[in-house]
């Protein structure tokens, strides 16, 4: 393979890349399916790597879902997927709180039901989740009752985010010993049509801004996400494949762990953003230029039918 | 007077001082009261002041009460004051969009009563104020109906703010004729007995990461709060005092003004900030500097009895 970088993987290049993996990880949004719906394909392609004897694993910064929720969903899409193929920032959060941080204590979430799931799944129990609406003035506030087991603040995707969650984060954090960790810092979620809606990387800013402290995130570009896969199935980073449509997440992931790097236009970076990275000459921005790309996983199905 | 700054305020350099100056500008939070608490002798140094011919004004960067708010919680406490000497980023927000701008249309507001009050007073109509609590999924959220008027966001402070809220922002933000605006980036409000509530700042940096736009800012330091009060008074900036408990803020302020400027040590900001700026060599900081420093504004006292 040729050393030069964001080539574009068709013809004889898709069965000698595929050859030279034997694991492959992908993106969720934007590179499987968009929304509900499944990328035309993509199915196929995961299927039949698996069937080919590759194994296949689904990272994504998405903190809403808990494992099982994923695998339901991909199973209704024609998937051929199980829960501990799936790693989200939901579960892998719970992860690194216990084993990483070796938390003990209780976490004030910012977040879904399906993170309090999966933290309660590990054993550790939360405060916060749902709605907090606003009562009373600036010295209520300042001194809402904590509880004293908390430990950490936890923020990830949250609907029902408020001034009154930001406040007793703040509460929370002004205790030197609390933890303070993040899901990921993706600012916007990608919707059809070109639409968004506000990411967890937003209300985070908030979060640190107020508390004047920098969250440790778990998810993409950090390489804890790998990690969690690695050290459950022993993946060999030189002969794995990271598919991704972010190149600030996904492809700087693949970078950060020494993994081949596989753009696909499904999503949200295009070819121009990875050659403006590419001429950039900073070195940083070297991390997120992808070693090949494809229009969509799709195009790897000729390979792996023939 | 010496050339050097961060000079303590006391003895008879107070009456030069005060007798350099035809106008005092006063920040009001931790400077003239704390919360509902007046500083003690602060309401005797305003109305001697004025006595003694000095023009007093009150710039604050605080959106959540309308001039007449202040002036009457001013009485209340014992000054000697009138509305139109009162400057909040409420009242200079709406002057802001008005004068500056000259904004046709609706501002989609997340902000308080106090500032609606203040736009619809020169004519402007907002949406958006009090709660906006979420339903539906991201889809309804992306597609959230918008008001065609609308042609400014605005972020002040709002303890209703929400992740709503903050999505109907990105909506009209991702409008490229859609103004941006901010009263200030003050990231916490402290309170008595160093708590604090999150600020206006951190709401604002949540926009700006949804939005990937940069907000303008109303409030200190930007020189915008001493143009709205010269342009209504006259005043030469060469004879004016800038009094506050923020380096970041009121002192800056005052630096990009070219006026006098005094930090009293009520508030936030001590001399070991103000002596780290002046030794950092960074000329940013510099600005941070206060010519002169005093314990509390009642030190100004003596010299205005005497």
């Not at 879902?65 to 892998?92: H, I, P, Q, S």
């Not at 992860?95 to 938390?103: D, E, F, G, T």
């Not at 639409?195 to 804890?224: I, Y």
């Not at 030189?238 to 492809?251: A, N, Y």
Request: proline share 3%; glycine share 10%; hydrophobic share 40%.
């Amino acid at each position: 393979m040729s050393g030069s970088k964001c080539t574009r993987l068709s013809g004889a290049l898709v069965k000698q890349v595929l050859e030279s993996v034997d694991s492959v990880l992908f993106d969720c949004d934007g590179v499987i399916w968009r929304g509900d719906q499944a990328i035309p394909g993509a199915a196929e392609v995961i299927n039949l790597l698996k069937k080919n004897g590759k194994k296949v694993f689904f990272v994504t910064n998405n903190s809403s879902k808990t494992r099982k929720m994923y695998a339901d969903k991909m199973t209704t899409l024609g998937f051929n997927v199980t829960e501990d193929e799936v790693f989200g920032t939901a579960y892998c959060s719970a992860m690194y709180l216990k084993n990483v941080c070796k938390l003990e204590g209780k976490v004030y979430l910012i977040g879904s039901n399906a993170m309090k799931q999966e933290l309660e799944a590990v054993g550790i129990q939360q405060t916060g989740v749902g709605p907090d609406h606003i009562s009373g003035k600036q010295i209520d506030w300042a001194n809402v009752p904590l509880d004293p087991e908390v430990k950490a603040v936890v923020v990830g995707f949250d609907e029902h985010f408020s001034y009154m969650k930001l406040n007793r984060a703040l509460q929370y954090l002004t205790q030197q010993d609390c933890l303070f960790v993040g899901t990921n810092r993706d600012t916007r979620l990608p919707l059809e049509g070109g639409k968004a809606v506000p990411g967890t990387g937003c209300l985070l800013q908030a979060v640190e801004t107020a508390a004047q402290r920098q969250a440790q995130t778990v998810g993409k570009p950090n390489h804890f996400m790998f990690d969690c896969v690695a050290s459950q199935f022993g993946v060999d980073r030189e002969r794995c494949l990271m598919v991704g449509d972010r190149l600030d997440t996904d492809i700087m992931l693949g970078s950060n762990c020494g993994l081949k790097t596989l753009l696909t236009l499904t999503g949200v970076s295009t070819v121009a953003d990875a050659e403006a990275h590419q001429k950039s000459g900073c070195a940083e921005k070297q991390g997120m230029v992808p070693d090949y790309y494809v229009e969509s996983i799709a195009d790897l199905l000729p390979a792996l039918q023939g």
